[in-house]
DNA sequence: TCTGGGGTCCTAGGACCC
DNA sequence: TCTGGGGTCCTAGGACCC
């Protein structure tokens, strides 16, 4: 099922709602030891600041102490030295995530579009939008007891954006009549799908804020980033991305695994032994989905901090766990590098299903539940 | 400080075929 | 001797998101 905003000019009827859980994986932690409310928590690895390892969650607290997503276990332990620091606990966050998108199922009329652990549009016709907004709020919080702010928008990405002027707790609205005043002077990065890179590129044309990009000249974003991302990123900067919020079932195309080692592997035994290890965890994953591997991708980072990736179709699509480690060891050979290794990943890109995956590929940000 | 792990999608360019 | 277009398939690499 699919729901579509009106893009004409009478007063839209038919509302996407972005729902986002607040600090879900460190609130999710401190349900379950309510001891740890009101503490700086740090959910991230195997819960070992002096690992490897990278912060999945900050709870507001930790977040008041520079604490972040993305930002390595240890820099966060010298940034706030009296952190809690949690493993990640993956099944039970699915356990959590699955509860709450049942509450959204359950609004009448909704329709559901996961993105994340974490977050979800949902597509709805209504006088409104924001009683149906607060409704959500107190319908998540009854069952879960968990906060989300809800954006609510006459376009996806525009109901993504709204979101983030929401939190925590609240709730925003972010339509054509808003769009300029709110978003026109922000830098292009504060737009879902520009990061720092897009942001540099654009800027060399002298596209530096939301107006600008809005207003650029669509053959010199056609120039710089080719006929389907040019105009798309035009589109971005005016907010009327894609209007439709699409409940099919998420059909993988990919599955992977990698590893951070805590000591970086030199030994060529060690080293396939690795991805020995990596493929027959690749395999239990896609066997459990019935879906053969078709390619093999190969990631791998050398020490100090260099990332390269290595693709090879294979002559006929398997379930054997010893072929993709053996075709990845031939990638990595192939490369010729011998630096320490400090991460490997081996990915399997399955067969399709029959008659293609729907959605079929779109530009701009599909829609796969991210974790 | 020294940078996770899981994904998706786009573009460029080479190989190959007609 | 040099070289047309058009198409497909494949790999490499980049960029982004949660």
Redesign the pocket.
């Known amino acids: 099922m699919v729901t579509q905003v009106d893009p004409g000019d009478a007063p839209a009827r038919r509302w996407v709602l972005h729902v986002d859980l607040d600090q879900f994986i460190a609130a999710v932690e401190v349900l379950r030891r309510p001891e740890l409310a009101g503490l700086p928590v740090v959910v ?2 195997r819960g070992d600041p002096t690992e ?3 912060v ?1 969650t900050a709870s507001y607290e930790a977040r008041e102490h520079g604490v972040h ?4 276990l ?2 966060a332990a ?1 940034k706030c030295p009296d952190a809690v620091f949690l493993p990640v606990d993956a099944p039970v966050y699915d356990a959590a995530s699955a509860e709450v998108m049942a509450t959204l199922k359950a609004v009448p009329g909704a329709v559901v579009q996961v ?5 979800a549009f949902v597509g709805i016709e209504t006088d409104d939008p924001w009683a149906v907004a607060r409704s959500i709020q107190a319908a998540v919080l009854e069952r879960t007891d968990l906060h989300c702010s809800v954006g609510v928008g006459d376009s996806t990405v525009r109901a ?1 954006i709204a979101t983030d002027f929401g939190k925590p707790r609240g709730v925003f609205e972010l339509t054509r009549d808003n769009w300029s005043e709110v978003m026109g002077h922000r830098p292009t ?1 504060a ?9 540099a ?1 654009l800027a060399a044309h002298g596209i530096q804020t939301v107006h600008d990009l809005a207003t650029a000249d669509e053959a010199v974003l056609v120039s710089e ?6 105009p798309h990123y035009k589109r971005l900067g005016r907010g009327t991305g894609t209007t439709t919020v699409d409940d099919t079932p998420w059909v ?9 080692y805590q000591t970086d592997l030199v030994d060529p035994r060690e080293i396939s032994d690795a991805l020995g290890l990596l493929a027959e ?1 690749v395999v239990e ?1 896609i066997r459990r989905e019935e879906r053969a591997c078709m ?1 093999v991708h190969l990631k791998v ?1 050398f020490a ?2 260099f990332t ?6 294979l002559a006929e699509p398997t379930f054997d766990a010893a072929v993709i480690a053996a075709t990845a060891l031939d ?1 990595l050979v ?1 490369l010729g590098d011998d630096r320490p290794i ?2 490997l ?1 081996v ?1 399997a890109e399955m067969v399709p299903p029959e008659g293609g ?1 729907d ?8 829609g ?1 539940p ?2």
């Open positions: 991230g690895g490897r390892a990278v999945s997503s993305g930002m390595p240890r820099l010298r993105l994340g652990w974490d977050e993504k990065t737009l879902w799908g520009v990061g720092s890179r897009i942001a590129r980033f080719g006929p389907s991302m040019g993988a195309r990919a599955h992977g695994r990698e590893t951070t965890q994953d390619r980072r100090p901090f390269t990736t290595r693709i090879r179709k990638l192939g400090r991460l990943g990915r995956y959605p079929p590929r779109t530009v701009g940000r599909g796969p991210a974790r």
